[in-house]
């Protein structure tokens, strides 16, 4: 039964009260309102439902991750939110009170017996420090306890000013507090007031200094201090450490007992003693006969967060909270055991609702700066070798290992915050936000739109209502006592922040506090109060809460598998152990009855589905059931993945055996063709426990997916700052596929879009951050790496991470083996595969596999210009235009699948593509590399033989080639190309501006002789062998239309437009012609890639994805479209395939090193002379970053040919790898040498 709350408090029992915030520079205490469980990492840190709120921890997360933190963190960047105004200077309150009482203005014996006790209040919190002793050193430290830093580093309680006099004009009018207009200072850092200063040198005596010495044993020489504000973006930190509750409960014994250590402890501690009380009012002030408060009563809940002449603008984005080794006194250590906010004074009975709240709320602010400190730990030094800030895992769980209750604290602490977001949607959806930058005040408004609009959707509904302000003060006889005496004990937590003397410890501590003030007064205060109630501080505070939290509520996921990836079992760090702790808790993540539970459950599973054997059931059981540790280990980590429980069992029991695939061992699946669709299936049956066969007739893996080069489209609403949504999406692609669109498709393909980007992600392991917007579409859509191409990285990424399967035998990859027939059985079904495999010596050998799935990936037709090829055969008028398209694309899946019955549709829908690069030293060459669409929407301008523009170079790509092929009369008049007629060239043309957008393209585009700089108008027109004044013309026209806003071919997006003075611009130009790109047209397939017959009935055991298919596109396929198209249905068939159970136990035979043996050898020099000589394909040194590397077997490798490597042979290819690769890519190799270039 909830606790009835009868609120009266004395002075001290409230000081202690308000001190609680300053946790925020302390650790998490183990006092919580609900019983202490175990804590298992992973998969679950704190799960289930939150107490006092309707939801549970996993559908916040999910939440969080599909909408609400990428939202957040975008938003936060912005100028207006990562302002904030914060006065740093304000004089700790306890201070002063403690001065009146030395001068008899306090309550006699009780003010003498509390002086020293406040004054020590003056410090701050400490972290997690021991019961103290006479000799223990109470003076108070900045970064000195920090681990590692450079003696040359800034402080970390430091924060950068930002600004100095360039404040943003909208600080002019915003309030600091309860919503009141008041007038902002400068950015400059103010000096304290006359009195602050001499109150404060009246107590220089009886305080103790404050010493920031920066961490000056760990810092560089070069570093500055880590407690002062950051100066710039390479530094800034706020809280300290924590306190542990074993030092809590050894001073709480010591109140009781009165057994001090010292005289010096016993003043620090001793707070038995009533004083005046804080808050009373015996007749509270009635709004009305029924004695209720008065509406305004929660309009000053921020009023103690106090600004004086020292107010200033902070970046908080300069200033990240991070660990600072702040330390203060040991004081803090016994605020919980004061039972601060027992509101009634009783610590026996259960707390009430109201104090659940209160207690929690600042339980989660707390636990989120712990987190903080966790993940931005050890600063950056160069010492040690670190050039960023690292985290510390063992600290995250020495933390929170044995207290998941805080995290769930957490996760109740950003519930109210978005209830209260949700409360205030009305008034912040029109919210000005006027900073003077225009563009990005735009950004801003979209951006909380977006977020408020997030509240709407089904992933977060129920975290937006999941708290219930309306309960709290219902109690009729004491709701007024304990709704001002809730106020009153907030407002003390507010002014104690002053009393932080760490900067950053401050800062973040104030910034949160108005974060949770302001939610308060938006849960509390009538509606229509609301729009003229919160300040321009208080919104930008109020939503920086809500993304810490966000942020927080991420971290205990990372750091949780941080850890995790280096520990087998749950340890804690010897400091934590020796303090007093229960050491019977550190195995309790993997002794416990969950644990137990998913062991057991993982077995019984796999012996359901017949993956094991009876007796090896039996033999787990009883491990299960002993408590092996290995085997609890693995089912903690891997009980809800099975396929991956059951490779690594053999890694815990040498008696479980291992078997790899066999001749007779009939595989799941036969996927042919190894481009993005193929893997993209191959890659799901292996991760949910099944078998494949992957054949390839290339001797490389990839097809065309590995020349993409524009990007992959997703519709992310919840990533996306431009407004895009599904609908947009799935009109654009209709719009495209026009006549022929076959909307079941086009739904399955943009619906399942953000899954299958967000699959490459985190599955695959590609870099996919850079946003663009592409021709033909409304939005910025297109996906790609920030390094590298698109289709190259993903390629090698996935078939790595396929190729980890082949140890197992779980996939056995098959190149230079040609399928010339599917085998079908009586009934008709697809049961296997003939073919042709082609032996080292040249020889031909005949395969022959069964399986009762086969998956057509084979690509598209549109290289095969032989007699009676589809391409002959539908669209004869293209026979002589080049392609894009490797020469492997000859239509060989559609022949395989009509064979066994399957339909076809869509076969004369052949995409022509508007941008081919001619290449100067090879124009005639038919294999044509393509300019995406990517080098168009950044701002490229098509220009024909006239110097003119004669398109919107943004529309379809259907589009653009008519415009390209009207250049021909008799194309004008009839539609149709002539085969005959000669194909014509363009120039693509950019300015420096447009090729920023796409600067490693241009890199890649200039280092093949594609692209050429041009500086200069005049330089341009002689490139294009045309007078100057007709080129500048059309420049100038298109520097008026941009202006305008719209061109005459309807363009309304301009990016990249060369600059005024034409003179001075640089220029990147090149030629290029229309090209095959691809086949729309394929086998008919229905929404889960089953082939369908003629009749539109599926065929039993045949499946397709990919350009193989036909129907998705109709009859134009977007740009960025086909990459979407692989993963989506190469997902869906992998996913749907069903997996066979199999009496043995499958191993990936992870090879397990160790010892000197896996020590690097030390690299030697390898002058310019040295790699020179290895300049061939059977002898390949390549110098990569200043390493030199053996690619020789790599060459024929490589998913885009032995070219790229081989013409690099001998020589620095950084520049070029650079502009095709990530760095992780060159992870699988090691170096034979350093270059030393001489």
Avoid at 967 to 983: G, R, S
Wanted: glycine content about 8%.
């Amino acid at each position: 039964m909830t606790k009835h709350c009868k609120i009266k408090m004395n002075r001290h029992q409230r000081l202690i009260s308000a001190s609680l915030l300053l946790l925020l520079c302390g650790s998490i205490t183990t006092a919580d309102t609900t019983k202490a469980t175990n804590f298992f990492l992973p998969p679950n840190a704190a799960s289930g439902p939150i107490e006092d709120a309707t939801c549970d921890v996993e559908q916040i997360e999910q939440a969080n991750d599909s909408q609400l933190h990428v939202i957040l963190r975008e938003l936060m960047t912005t100028s207006f939110f990562r302002s904030f105004a914060v006065d740093l200077d304000q004089t700790c309150p306890l201070t002063q009170w403690n001065k009146q009482k030395k001068k008899g203005k306090g309550d006699g014996a009780a003010a003498e017996k509390t002086t020293d006790a406040t004054l020590s209040l003056s410090s701050s919190a400490a972290p997690f420090i021991p019961a103290p002793t006479e000799e223990h050193d109470e003076s108070e430290g900045c970064a000195g306890d920090l681990p590692d830093l450079d003696p040359d580093a800034e402080p970390a309680c430091h924060v950068d000013l930002d600004g100095g006099d360039d404040q943003p004009d909208f600080l002019s009018g915003g309030g600091f507090g309860s919503g009141a207009s008041t007038t902002l200072s400068s950015a400059t850092p103010s000096s304290p007031s006359l009195e602050s200063s001499t109150a404060d040198a009246a107590n220089e005596e009886e305080e103790e200094e404050f010493e920031c010495d920066g961490g000056k044993d760990e810092l560089d020489d070069d570093a500055e201090p880590l407690c002062s504000l950051a100066t710039d973006d390479s530094s800034s930190n706020p809280f300290g450490s924590s306190f542990e509750s074993a030092a809590l409960h050894s001073i709480s014994e010591r109140v009781v007992q009165q057994n001090w250590e010292s005289e010096s402890q016993q003043q620090t501690f001793d707070w038995n003693k009533v004083s005046d009380p804080v808050v009373h009012i015996p007749d509270a002030p009635c709004n009305d006969e029924t004695g209720n408060l008065p509406e305004t009563f929660w309009l000053d809940t921020c009023s103690k967060i106090k600004a004086g002449d020292g107010l200033r603008d902070v970046n908080l984005q300069l200033n990240p909270e991070r660990n600072t080794g702040y330390n203060g006194t040991h004081i803090w250590t016994a605020i919980y055991e004061e039972n601060c906010l027992a509101l009634d004074g009783d610590t026996s009975a259960p707390m009430c609702y109201e104090e659940r709240v209160l207690y929690r709320l600042l339980s989660g602010l707390h636990t989120s700066t712990t987190l903080s400190i966790a993940k931005n730990y050890y600063p950056p030094s160069k010492k040690k070798g670190r050039a960023n800030w690292e985290p510390n895992p063992q600290y995250f769980i020495d933390k929170f290992a044995d207290s998941p209750e805080h995290l769930r604290n957490l996760h109740f602490s950003y519930v109210v915050l978005l209830r209260a977001l949700k409360k205030a949607s009305p008034v912040l959806y029109n919210y000005e936000i006027k900073t003077g930058d225009i563009l990005d005040d735009e950004m801003a408004t979209i951006l909380m739109r977006r977020l408020l609009d997030s509240m709407i959707l089904k992933s977060c509904q129920n975290v937006f209502t999941a708290f219930d302000e309306n309960l709290m003060f219902k109690e009729q006889v004491n709701a007024i006592t304990l709704q001002e005496n809730f106020k009153g004990v907030f407002h003390n937590v507010s002014s104690i922040l002053d009393c932080v003397q760490c900067q950053q410890c401050k800062l973040h501590g104030k910034m949160a506090m108005l974060g949770y003030g302001t939610a308060l007064k938006i849960l509390f205060l009538p509606d229509d109060m609301l729009a003229t109630s919160l300040s321009r501080n208080e919104i930008v505070a109020f939503f920086n809460t809500i993304a810490k939290m966000s942020e927080s509520v991420r971290e205990v996921r990372e750091l949780t598998n941080m850890y995790w990836s280096t520990h087998t079992k749950l340890e804690k760090s010897d400091a934590v152990v020796s303090s007093g702790s229960d050491t019977r808790l550190l195995s309790t993540g993997i002794d416990g009855i969950d644990v137990l539970d998913a062991a057991v459950g993982a077995v019984s599973s796999l012996a359901n589905q017949g993956l094991i054997d009876e007796s090896t059931e039996t033999n787990l059981i009883q491990q299960a059931f002993q408590r092996n540790p290995e085997l609890m280990v693995l089912s903690k980590h891997y009980g809800s993945n099975l396929s991956k429980f059951l490779n690594f069992l053999p890694n815990i029991d040498s008696q479980i055996s291992t078997t790899g695939m066999t001749a007779n061992d009939e595989p799941d699946a036969i996927v042919i063709g190894t481009g993005l669709a193929g893997l993209s299936a191959t890659l799901n049956i292996l991760d949910r426990g099944g078998r494949v066969v992957l054949i390839e007739k290339e001797h490389r893996l990839g097809g065309n997916s590995n020349k993409a080069s524009s990007g992959i489209n997703a519709c992310c609403p919840q990533n996306s700052t431009y407004g895009d949504y599904l609908e947009s999406f799935k009109e654009d692609t209709i719009r495209s596929a026009g006549k022929s669109s076959k909307p079941h498709l086009i739904e399955t393909l943009v619906e399942n879009s953000e899954a299958a980007v967000q699959w490459l992600k985190d599955r695959v392991g590609v870099d996919l951050s850079v946003l663009a917007q592409l021709g033909g579409h409304g939005h910025k859509r297109t996906h790609r790496p920030n390094q590298g191409m698109v289709g190259a990285e993903i390629i090698y990424n996935i078939q790595r991470a396929v190729k980890t399967y082949e140890n197992s035998g779980m996939v056995k990859i098959m190149v230079d083996t040609r399928v010339t027939q599917l085998k079908r059985s009586d009934s008709g079904a697809v049961v296997g595969v003939e073919g042709v495999k082609m032996t080292k010596d040249g020889k031909n050998e005949t395969i022959s596999l069964t399986s009762p799935n086969v998956v057509l990936a084979t690509g598209g037709f549109a290289s095969d210009r032989s007699s009676g090829s589809y391409l002959d055969r539908y669209r004869p008028e293209l026979m002589r235009m080049p392609a894009t398209a490797g020469e492997f694309s000859t239509g060989d899946g559609i022949t395989l699948g009509t064979s066994a019955g399957a339909g076809i549709v869509d076969m004369d829908k052949v995409q022509v593509h508007p941008t081919g690069w001619v290449d100067p030293k090879d124009p005639s060459n038919p294999g044509k590399i393509l300019a995406g669409e990517l080098m168009r929407g950044v701002g490229g301008i098509l220009m024909n033989h006239e110097g003119e523009r004669f398109c919107n170079e943004l529309g379809t790509r259907a589009y653009v080639v008519d415009k390209m092929f009207g250049h021909d009369p008799q194309y004008a008049k009839t539609k149709t190309w002539n085969v005959d007629t000669e194909i014509p060239t363009f120039s693509l043309v950019l300015s420096a501006s447009a090729a920023e957008g796409a600067q490693k393209h241009v890199d890649h585009y200039l280092n093949k002789g594609l692209l050429t700089r041009i500086d200069g108008l005049d330089a341009l027109a002689n490139w294009m062998k045309l007078p100057v004044a007709k080129v500048k013309a059309s420049l100038l026209e298109y520097q008026r239309d941009a202006k305008k806003g719209k061109d005459a071919w309807g363009k309304v997006t301009f990016n990249g437009v060369p600059q005024k003075d034409l003179s001075s611009e640089v220029f990147y130009a090149g030629k290029i012609t229309p090209v095959l790109h691809y086949c729309m047209g394929g086998l008919t397939i229905d929404k889960d890639g089953n082939v369908l017959n003629e009749n539109n009935e599926i065929i039993p055991g045949l499946h397709a994805a990919g350009e193989v298919s036909g129907g998705v596109h109709g009859d134009n396929r977007l740009g960025g479209n086909s990459l979407l198209e692989c993963t989506v249905f190469g997902t869906i068939v992998g996913k749907k395939i069903p997996i066979r159970p199999r009496n043995s136990i499958q191993s990936n035979n992870l090879q397990q090193g160790g010892g000197a043996a896996d020590k690097p050898a030390e690299l030697r020099n390898i002058s310019t002379d040295e790699l020179q000589q290895h300049n061939t394909g059977d002898d390949c040194w390549v110098s990569i970053h200043g390493l030199v590397y053996d690619l020789t077997d790599f060459v024929d490798e490589h998913p885009a040919g032995p070219e790229s490597i081989t013409e690099l042979a001998g020589k620095d290819g950084t520049e070029e790898f650079q502009a095709v690769h990530g760095e992780n890519i060159l992870e699988d190799f090691d170096p034979i040498g350093t270059f030393v270039p001489v």
